[in-house]
């Protein structure tokens, strides 16, 4: 008799797990087309940067719009900010000194923010850049916004308390990377870092001892959101962020719910970008993907008014995508971020070794390891094809699983003994399993050796790292080769440990050509930046370019203007409303 | 955090209604029969222990049998079918994949057959459960015994690390010290074999789960120490070996034995809870922790997936814990229904 | 009893030294980095070499302990990237949170303290309820019900059942709200609707073992003479299993109790991650895979005092349901 109430017991899961495994799956409709072509510019007539803007369609005022996520924001501190939920939150109570008029289909145009330009190249060398402020644009408490504001909030990005946030602007400014010791925040809290200086209260002026024709776009990352000296709490900013944009913070239980109430004293008219639709943002922290997404799919309450941050896990894409009811909710873009194996190239140095590696790579096993077309698409470039003058090409055409014979006539009848280092989490380790196949089945031996998955990126990270390959991902600061190509491939740049060139790649003529494109107008960077990719893949095949991801998000059924951003792959919320 | 909530109870169970009952059997028997005898005639009758036993010895058979079955079966636990899948990465065809080949599906994404993976992990599994059960069940004697018979400092001292160790979070601990523990043994450039994770796992089992043996044999030894039997060897100048194993562990060998096989099962749900956090066995080496851990995000659109390594969890687990409770049954009279 | 109650306390004090002794010697001597996450893209050694000496990591580690210890018990100075001044408990800043480890915890623990309490009331009834009538019915089909019950249960693990649940109750039937944590003291409806699923599945998985522990308990009660004896005496049934039974057959119940509430207000890992609940034990996951080491320190710290808490409470109990254990 026990047996039998625990069979019983036994059958109930059975039935509940096997409702719905009845039918075929014949693979139909489970292709996804996400091609499309980037177009970046920055803005030339001074109209682009005037607000208001343009209405979204549809939208209203009112209602609570509601963000859900994994894992709390890392820092809402602007001058801290850099994680990418951080930087598609700041925009809602953070302005800058410049910033992305996007159409979420890869449209760019980068305007003033709060400048009244996206910047004025004073002598046309990229040595002096001079900002013009807006009229009319102010704190969260009704003061003024002037350039000493916006000064003191990139002055205290110096300050090594402060850390996590951009060092473009301050390693310009101080020509080193050791920024925060060329200039001590602490001591000189009145003054400002050297280069910097504002004139006037409508003048911001940066001069640089080096051309740094990037700046318009470094000033677009939150490093240069103003603030007021005595606003500055030090790290309890992150607690509280003190608002000039159109929300500001009501309530911030940290770690759990982040609320953010409408801004009164933002204006409309000087904002180029940003709406103020919804009364409420609500940030809600802690369930998990799977959780989030369910909880969007189910579309319950509040929940119909949601988005879940994080992306359609790939255990629930078939769910989703095979949804004729829920195509209307979802959003399918590709994103900057790019991921790459990288090859050490101080170890690996048999350039016919690493071009082997480019030819056995099979793409397509790849996608399906790692969660299906919605996950990720394959890339076979450097630059990811969301990055201003991309050209689509491929150095080692193999199709789409590989040529395993014409990889095999590379090595030449030998077998090199490569270790794979990977972080143990599932996602790395499912990567690890994949190419130690595929690779093996092209006549590598491939050790696989898992690092711990928090010390993995730092361990890579050091130029005597042990290991030959690794997963590597890079996701732009700015949809530009200069922030791609040079930091990844500058050989003059290796250094003990933090190296962003994990190839440690380095060649003199390569190291000459960024020079000579750096110091080009930005406009006329993107064919060059296009035509070195190609060929520091032909000549050195640094790396093999695996895969983007790609941003699948499913948001609830009042949930109205959530975009992909062109420029960070992830939720935009300056259109977002809530429908009635 | 105890490893499991069913191993600490059952050992609970045991000792509250153990004391002495390695005479008590006696009384029933006509003939003449050890206890052992009696309990082996008690447990023959019971036909949901012998169901059980038939589950456990079909189990084990299977996880001996791995080599002859994928030698039959035709594929290897690695092996990749990922034509099978479609775009998203999921098993073409009905309900996972299943056909004549692959009679379980196919994993979604690595597209591996999930049969013989299955068959693999549950040897993985079975290794690990039975080698961390022998393990904590002879320090747990070891330490019970010395601590019961000898008492005074050593008593005290075995107590203490006792409670200590029951103090220390053991999920928290496992997941931070696991994936370093590799990077004491192997060079940087060395692949860290399945055998060696396979052995971490165990010892992190072996380190904490002893307290509970422990703690029930000191009580079954602290019952015995004052009886005349024990007295009159003593007396009679026997040394501490013979004393131990001779003396008091032939008596309190039956709850010793529930306990083990309690324990089993609770060491394998324990390798999936450690899997579900993060910590064990990389993907690489079949085991059903791992297995099930990856297959539960895919309930709602791979339901097969979770199935079969589901259902076959619940009945290896299910089938000892009627076993054990079975065993208790025969072996202590006085509880049985 | 004052003599026992010092002599526990001081042996449970012992203990608690030694755990934050081993746990600290274990932590912060792994290979690991504190400062790594500190620059995501760009990190120069040169700035990570001194903001690991500001931070200490470069002292001897007994001179890091006695650190850590003074401000658990005194407060310290952290310095102006931790915070500034940390009072007592000090248990150091976590750069994973941006926050000081108190306040993190002063967060988490009214979750876990949620999740836990309840789910451990429920329990107990449901389980002793289960297991006493099924001694007091023995071989009735009552008793084999709870039986198969208490098994099935006992076989089961909570990431199965609570995976199967939330599926069915809640994203396909939609009968319960998504799990998530609402403060007693905000919504009592909400706190409640929010846990009921953790509660209920907490209970099903372990009041399995309950049954089992208090059937068997009561049947070899039942057996016992003086119970006979208060029988014999006229006794009315309610009056002898409810007052002299139940009572001797509850201590067992009591010490794995005990023990089972101090683990699993140490953080109750799988359930938290199963229904997506931010308590101690995810923060103790989350604190391990962000290299946080003064998280970790802190939850390895409190789930260790919580279970010798329990241990001392148990002690504390058996005197006061078990006439026959006298205090030493």
Redesign the interface.
Known sequence: MRPRAAVAAGGAIALVVTLGACSENTGDGTTVDNTRQQTGVIATDPKDSLGPAAEVAGAQKGGTFTIIRETPISHLDPQRTYSFAGLMANPLFSRYLTTWKDDGKGGLVLVGDLAETPGTNVNSDCKVWEFKIKDGVKFEDGTPITSKEIAYGIARSFNPDLAGGPTYVQEWLADSPEYDTKWDFKKNQTSLPPGLTAPDPKTLRFEFAKPRCDLPFAVSLPTSAPLKADKDTGVNLDQRPFSSGPYKVAKNQAGVQLTLDRNPHWDAATDPVRHQYPDQFVWSFGPTADAANNRVIADNGADQSAVAFNYVPSSLVAKVAQDAALKSRTILSPTPSANQLVINNQRVTDLKIRQALNYAIDRDGLIKAVGGQTVAQPMTTLMPSSTIGYEAYDAYPAGANGNVDKAKELLGGKTPELVLGVADNTGEQKIAIQLKGNLERAGFKITVRNIPDDAKLDEVKKKNNPWDLYIGNWAADWPSGASILPVLYDGRSIKAEGNSNSAFFNDPAINAEFDRILALEPTKQGPEWAKLDQKIMKEHAPVVPLYVDVAYLVHGSKAGGVFISSVFGYPSFVNAHVKK | MSLSPVEGVALAEIESTGDGDGDAPKAKGFVGRSPGQLAWVRLRRDRTAMISAAMLVFFVLLAFAVPLIQALYGVGPREQFQDRLDGFGMPLGYAGGITGEHWFGLEPGLGRDIFIRMVHGLRTSLFIAFAAAVITAALGILLGTLAGYLGGWIDAVINWITDLTLAMPFLIIALALTPTVALRFYGQREAVPPAFQIGVLISIFALFGWTSTARLVRGQVIALREREFVEAARASGAGLGHMLFRQLLPNIWAPILVSFSLAVPSYITSEAALSFIGVGLTDETPSFGRMIYRSLDYLQTDPSYVFFPGITIFALVLAFNLFGDALRDALDPKSSR | MARFLVKRLL?AG???F??SV??FL??FA????PV?????????????E??RQELGLRDPLISQYAGYMKGIFTGRDL??????RCDAPCLGWSY????AVS??LA??LPVTLSIVIPAAILWLLLGVGLGMVSALR??T?L???A???S??G????I??VG??L???L??NL?LL??P??TSLFDSPAKWASGLVLAWVALAF??SA??A??SR??M??TL?EDYVRTARAKGLTKPKVYGRHALRAAIT?VV??AG??VG??L??T??TE?T????GL?RT???A????DLPT?MA??LI??VF??LA?VVVDLLYAVIDPRVRLR
């Open positions: 042996s012992l203990t608690l030694a755990v081993f746990s274990m932590f792994l290979p690991r980095d790594s996450g500190m620059c995501p893209k760009n990190c120069n050694p040169e700035r990570l001194r903001v310095g102006s990237a931790q915070g500034g994973a949170n941006n926050e306040d993190t967060r988490v023995r071989g089909w008793d084999r019900v039986i198969g019950f098994l099935t006992a076989s089961l693990q990431y199965f995976a199967v939330l599926l069915v809640v994203y939609r709200p998504v998530s944590y998985l372990y073992i309950y089992r522990l068997a308990q049947l070899e057996s067992p010490t794995i023990l089972d683990g699993a140490g953080g890992v799988i991650t229904f997506g609940i931010q034990g103790a996951v989350n391990v895979s962000d290299g970790i939850t390895v789930a260790a279970v010798v241990n």
